[in-house]
């Protein structure tokens, strides 16, 4: 009884560790390499893993009366990137023998509270990124500086929808609306912005990049299940932020006679 209740305590903490590691965007072969790792750093070495982009599936010492299985499902995340690296860490130090399993367990939990970034922070560092991309797409410093303000709006948008569990679809529909439509009352108000850089600026944030870029790594890892999941969300969500961006052009040049010149 004593092995069963350790071995499973120690498939939990892979598992568990995986599953952190792979809500927070960790891509399948890392989560993969860091469950079976765990597991034998431990002692365990009849073991099956299998993970995919919203699931892990393990089961180890399949053959023995100790035997135990574990499922857990995993929503697709934001990336946090501060996470996956204190989750590597964790995994080298216990792969090294540094970490007792009670060390692992509450160093875990740690992770898991800890907190991410004031919101103000969250939302400087959103408008910084969208100025900084306007500017790189060509746009001037005074359209950075508009970029900047509405990149500001749109994560204080973002701040205030998800606490009414909205569909993230729908987020970025709305949200490059809102930054779109924005762009273009101020061109219309005259105020000389070269809005398709302030626009494509504002919705930076919005863009799927470390999601594609992971798809892509999933797919040529041979992982073809979990990168198309992940290929498909990422697709998705390109999809959303141009069916928003183009309604709100559409919408405006219907309002204002055609004034809009694409």
Same mark, same amino acid.
């Given at each position: 009884?004593?092995?069963?209740?350790?071995?499973?305590?120690?498939?939990?903490?892979?598992?568990?560790?995986?599953?952190?590691?792979?809500?927070?965007?960790?891509?399948?072969?890392?989560?993969?390499?860091?469950?079976?790792?765990?597991?034998?750093?431990?002692?365990?070495?009849?073991?099956?893993v299998?993970?995919?982009?919203?699931?892990?599936?393990?089961?180890?010492?399949?053959?023995?009366?100790?035997?135990?299985s574990?499922?857990?499902?995993?929503?697709?995340?934001?990336?946090?990137?501060q996470?996956?690296?204190?989750?590597?860490?964790?995994?080298?130090?216990?792969?090294?023998?540094?970490?007792?399993?009670?060390?692992?367990?509450?160093?875990?939990?740690?992770?898991?509270?800890?907190?991410?970034?004031?919101?103000?922070?969250?939302?400087?560092?959103?408008?910084?990124?969208?100025?900084?991309?306007?500017?790189?797409?060509?746009g001037?410093?005074?359209?950075?500086?508009?970029?900047?303000?509405?990149?500001?709006?749109?994560?204080?948008?973002?701040?205030?929808?998800?606490? +009414? +569990?909205?569909?993230?679809?729908?987020?970025?529909?709305?949200?490059?609306?809102?930054?779109?439509?924005g762009?273009?009352?101020?061109?219309?108000?005259?105020?000389?912005?070269?809005?398709?850089?302030?626009?494509?600026?504002?919705?930076?944030?919005?863009?799927?990049?470390?999601?594609?870029?992971?798809?892509?790594?999933?797919?040529?890892?041979?992982?073809?299940?979990?990168?198309?999941?992940?290929?498909?969300?990422?697709?998705?969500?390109?999809?959303?932020?141009?069916?928003?961006?183009?309604?709100?052009?559409?919408?405006?040049?219907?309002?204002?006679?055609?004034?809009?010149?694409?």
């Amino acid at each position: 009884m004593e092995n069963k209740q350790e071995s499973r305590r120690i498939l939990d903490l892979a598992v568990s560790t995986g599953e952190v590691l792979l809500k927070n965007g960790g891509e399948i072969y890392r989560v993969q390499e860091t469950v079976t790792r765990i597991l034998e750093a431990y002692g365990i070495e009849d073991y099956n893993v299998y993970v995919v982009t919203n699931g892990i599936f393990a089961t180890v010492r399949e053959r023995e009366e100790d035997a135990s299985s574990m499922v857990r499902y995993v929503t697709i995340g934001d990336v946090n990137l501060q996470m996956i690296e204190d989750i590597n860490q964790l995994s080298r130090e216990i792969w090294e023998g540094t970490c007792s399993i009670d060390e692992a367990y509450g160093r875990l939990e740690m992770y898991k509270k800890k907190k991410l970034p004031d919101k103000w922070m969250r939302v400087l560092a959103c408008g910084m990124g969208s100025a900084g991309f306007c500017y790189l797409f060509g746009g001037r410093l005074y359209d950075s500086a508009i970029s900047f303000f509405l990149g500001m709006l749109l994560e204080v948008f973002l701040f205030t929808a998800s606490r +009414h +569990h909205t569909s993230k679809f729908i987020l970025n529909i709305i949200g490059s609306a809102i930054v779109t439509v924005g762009a273009l009352v101020l061109y219309m108000a005259g105020t000389g912005i070269w809005f398709d850089k302030v626009i494509i600026g504002g919705i930076i944030p919005l863009v799927p990049g470390v999601a594609l870029t992971t798809a892509i790594r999933d797919l040529f890892g041979g992982d073809y299940l979990s990168g198309s999941i992940r290929l498909m969300d990422a697709l998705m969500t390109a999809i959303c932020i141009a069916i928003g961006v183009g309604a709100a052009i559409k919408l405006f040049q219907f309002v204002t006679g055609g004034a809009v010149l694409i």
